[in-house]
């Protein structure tokens, strides 16, 4: 995908919880949108032939929203003990900042935990120069805090709607979400060259 924009952003988290009970927060549409901020709603539409399935997912911003759909494939055994999930996107609305877009998750076996990492790129739906200097670095941001979201739900069973995004400025929580708490770089500079095979295969949304 040609980056007109920033580079891809790359997210990863250890959690201390079981395996299954992280993939279940995260594939369950229904779990996913509660701690996810970039998603208001995610709704399955259909199974995909070739396998995974699409979906409908919806953002409620300030007196508008955006709307889009996307496909999804997840990998639960492999031979190297990791799963994965791969990701397309797309949205008809001229208003979003984000156009057509693919990325991963990778769920790495930890001692006692998982690595929970994403790699994901897309098309700037608000021009190049917008997205190197203010978006990208704000949707990065964005997703890290909401992965530390979801580690907080995963080790202590504190459910995401405790965490509200204002509890950014609750700086008497010390155990509040952090974006700071994640790694926002990959130690061998390779973010979308790491996304498993499934993504160049998965149906288009």
Known sequence: MPARGGPPIYVSVDIAAPMD?????????????????????????????????????????????????????????????????????????????????????????????????TGYDYRPGWGGLVDRLVLRRFIGWLTAWSFDRLRIWAEDGAEPEQWPVRSVLWWWRPERPRAGRCRRSASDGRVMESAPATLDTLEAP
């Open 21 to 117: 009970e992280v993939w279940r927060l995260t594939q369950d549409t229904s779990l996913h949108s509660r701690w996810d901020l970039r998603f208001s709603t995610i709704e399955p539409v259909e199974d995909l032939p070739g396998g995974g399935r699409r979906f409908r997912y919806e953002l409620r911003l300030p007196g508008h929203l955006l709307a889009g759909t996307g496909t999804t494939i997840g990998e639960k055994r492999r031979p190297d003990g990791t799963r994965t999930s791969a990701l397309r996107f797309t949205t008809p609305d001229r208003l979003s900042p984000l156009g057509d877009g693919r990325g991963y998750w990778r769920y790495e076996p930890l001692d006692g935990g998982v690595r929970f990492t």
